[in-house]
């Protein structure tokens, strides 16, 4: 069982930035990161292998940024130039498998408990 916190959400104004964390009970291959709005449904943000290799969302891809520290069990997402489509909940997901490490690839067994982003405007 693998346990994942999430840190770092909080307010912002339009236009600025954030860096979300994630922290891992131990290291798994696959990481990643989903957004959920209320009354909207989960979405994709991207995600990370333990190499390195990234995966975004193509409406996303550019603005965000994903990244990990292996040695510290450790997912970060930075979200740039933030604007209110971006209030949302993150969430922090991991699974083990080395194959299909995207969002929409496979169940992700393992979630956080989410941080809040809310930009105004």
């Known amino acids: 069982q693998v346990q994942l916190v999430e840190s770092g959400g909080g307010s912002v104004q339009t236009g600025g930035s954030l860096t979300l964390s994630c922290t891992a009970s131990?290291?798994?291959?696959?990481m990643g990161w989903f957004r959920q709005a209320p009354g909207e449904e989960r979405e994709g943000v991207g995600t990370?292998?333990?190499?390195?290799?990234?995966s975004y969302a193509d409406s996303l891809k550019g603005r965000f940024t994903i990244s990990r520290d292996n040695d510290k069990n450790t997912l970060y997402l930075r979200l740039n130039t933030l604007g209110p489509e971006d209030t949302a909940m993150y969430y922090c997901?991991?699974?083990?498998?080395?194959?299909?490490?995207?969002?929409?690839?496979?169940?992700?067994?393992?979630w956080g408990q989410g941080t809040q982003v809310t930009v105004s405007s």
């Open positions: 131990s290291d798994i291959y696959c």
């Open positions: 997901a991991a699974r083990d498998s080395r194959l299909n490490c995207s969002t929409s690839g496979g169940e992700f067994p393992y």
């Open positions: 990370i292998n333990w190499n390195g290799g990234t």
